[in-house]
């Protein structure tokens, strides 16, 4: 325990150098802080920690080192160092993994995620989570036909058939140019708000196939119209009007703040964790809805960090919103050692996170979501719609 208490507080010194100064360390320049956050400084660490403890498993610190790789967009020492992680514990972060480098290094995240479909310690789940990712990454290439084959024996296998899932299937489907028998599931998928914008392209592609001569851009404008008149009526039948439990969580700064601070205004709590694949995945389109609140002093977001599984969660959070570029505000919910439990997500009775619960200004809670929405649009959207029905 002494060891990795060490080896955090060596990786991750800048939350606690920045945190001296008073000021929120993921507010400060990442220029600034190269020499604390430089993945080539952090693999020379934990390489010589790794020699000197050869029996001791370091796979959460690795998964760390290679997801700095993978922001500093160096994808062969992500997947070097990637390969250093057990193969029963790979499955855990390849998804963050071949998302990161599917952004700017395809033929990377082909050749990781081929291998992960090799990988023999793999259940049937985990073949379906990664040729849906191969299919992604096809599509991205531009290989059509492989893409659509990845995604059909993912589909045709799966257990049960998710909208996304579902969404995906018919949207390289088109893609293959079998617009009649994809066009109708496209026009459900859209009328549900499971739309990006290259799935609103493919969808106008299609029915310009089907009904040549016909706008396009005047049918997905109704569509979208439709969808967003329905959304909202839909939204409304599952507000919700529960107090909210006076919660209290810390800033970086190690001031507390709880529900009562808040009185007034409309809040957005995102209980989160740097371990849980899901929650990293939701945050890109948090963020998107910070920036779209900001100048709304009625808003507040509240992204807690708690259920920690290293011994500083704070530099571990830190940490992970300076190497993505987030800007969030962020609140610690340490767990008490006398009850073992974190106070503030248990007070909400949260069984899985992401977990969301939208406050209005009396403290009622109106809405409550687990896992999160795709794509970001979709999220964003939701979100929005959510906040206006609750102020």
């Given at each position: 325990?002494?060891?990795?208490?060490?080896?955090?507080?060596?990786?991750?010194?800048?939350?606690?150098?920045?945190?001296?100064?008073?000021?929120?360390?993921?507010?400060?320049?990442?220029?600034?802080?190269?020499?604390?956050?430089?993945?080539?400084?952090?693999?020379?660490?934990?390489?010589?920690?790794?020699?000197?403890?050869?029996?001791?498993?370091?796979?959460?610190?690795?998964?760390?080192?290679?997801?700095?790789?993978?922001?500093?967009?160096?994808?062969?020492?992500?997947?070097?160092?990637?390969?250093?992680?057990?193969?029963?514990?790979?499955?855990?972060?390849?998804?963050?993994?071949?998302?990161?480098?599917?952004?700017?290094?395809?033929?990377?995240?082909?050749?990781?995620?081929?291998?992960?479909?090799?990988?023999?310690?793999?259940?049937?789940?985990?073949?379906?989570?990664?040729?849906?990712?191969?299919?992604?990454?096809?599509?991205?290439?531009?290989?059509?036909?492989?893409?659509?084959?990845?995604?059909?024996?993912?589909?045709?296998?799966?257990?049960?058939?998710?909208?996304?899932?579902?969404?995906?299937?018919?949207?390289?489907?088109?893609?293959?140019?079998?617009?009649?028998?994809?066009?109708?599931?496209?026009?459900?998928?859209?009328?549900?708000?499971?739309?990006?914008?290259?799935?609103?392209?493919?969808?106008?592609?299609?029915?310009?196939?089907?009904?040549?001569?016909?706008?396009?851009?005047?049918?997905?404008?109704?569509?979208?119209?439709?969808?967003?008149?329905?959304?909202?009526?839909?939204l409304t039948a599952k507000m919700i009007a529960e107090q909210a439990p006076n919660f209290k969580v810390k800033?970086?700064?190690?001031?507390?703040?709880?529900?009562?601070?808040?009185?007034?205004?409309?809040?957005?709590?995102?209980?989160?964790?740097?371990?849980?694949?899901?929650?990293?995945?939701?945050?890109?389109?948090?963020?998107?809805?910070?920036?779209?609140?900001?100048?709304?002093?009625?808003?507040?977001?509240?992204?807690?960090?708690?259920?920690?599984?290293?011994?500083?969660?704070?530099?571990?959070?830190?940490?992970?919103?300076l190497t993505h570029n987030l800007d969030l505000p962020l609140y610690m919910d340490v767990r008490n050692p006398?009850?073992?439990?974190?106070?503030?997500?248990?007070?909400?009775?949260?069984?899985?996170?992401?977990?969301?619960?939208?406050?209005?200004?009396?403290?009622?809670?109106?809405?409550?979501?687990?896992?999160?929405?795709?794509?970001?649009?979709?999220?964003?959207?939701?979100?929005?719609?959510?906040?206006?029905?609750?102020?």
């Open positions: 325990m002494k060891k990795i208490f060490m080896l955090i507080t060596i990786l991750f010194s800048v939350s606690s150098a920045y945190s001296q100064q008073g000021e929120p360390p993921y507010k400060a320049s990442l220029d600034s802080l190269k020499i604390f956050i430089d993945p080539l400084k952090k693999e020379e660490i934990l390489t010589r920690l790794m020699k000197t403890h050869q029996h001791d498993s370091f796979d959460q610190y690795i998964a760390t080192l290679v997801d700095n790789f993978v922001m500093a967009k160096n994808s062969e020492k992500a997947l070097f160092h990637f390969n250093q992680i057990a193969q029963t514990a790979r499955i855990m972060y390849v998804g963050s993994v071949a998302t990161g480098i599917m952004a700017y290094d395809l033929k990377a995240a082909e050749t990781l995620i081929d291998q992960e479909l090799a990988n023999p310690t793999n259940v049937q789940e985990d073949r379906l989570f990664l040729l849906n990712l191969y299919s992604q990454v096809m599509d991205k290439k531009g290989d059509h036909n492989q893409a659509f084959a990845a995604i059909k024996e993912c589909y045709e296998q799966a257990p049960r058939k998710s909208a996304g899932l579902t969404a995906q299937y018919y949207y390289l489907m088109s893609k293959t140019g079998r617009y009649q028998e994809a066009f109708p599931e496209l026009e459900k998928a859209a009328s549900a708000g499971l739309v990006d914008d290259n799935f609103k392209e493919e969808l106008k592609n299609a029915y310009s196939k089907i009904n040549p001569g016909k706008d396009a851009d005047a049918y997905l404008t109704t569509l979208t119209h439709q969808f967003e008149e329905k959304y909202k009526a839909e800033d970086l700064n190690g001031k507390e703040v709880s529900l009562s601070d808040f009185k007034g205004k409309t809040i957005v709590l995102d209980f989160w964790a740097t371990w849980c694949g899901p929650c990293k995945k939701s945050l890109p389109g948090m963020q998107l809805m910070v920036n779209k609140y900001k100048n709304d002093p009625n808003v507040k977001f509240l992204f807690i960090h708690t259920w920690e599984t290293v011994p500083d969660p704070k530099s571990d959070a830190v940490n992970y919103l006398e009850t073992k439990k974190n106070p503030a997500v248990s007070s909400f009775g949260v069984d899985g996170i992401p977990a969301k619960f939208v406050i209005d200004g009396n403290g009622k809670i109106r809405f409550k979501t687990s896992g999160f929405a795709w794509p970001n649009e979709a999220a964003v959207k939701e979100l929005s719609a959510m906040i206006e029905l609750s102020r």
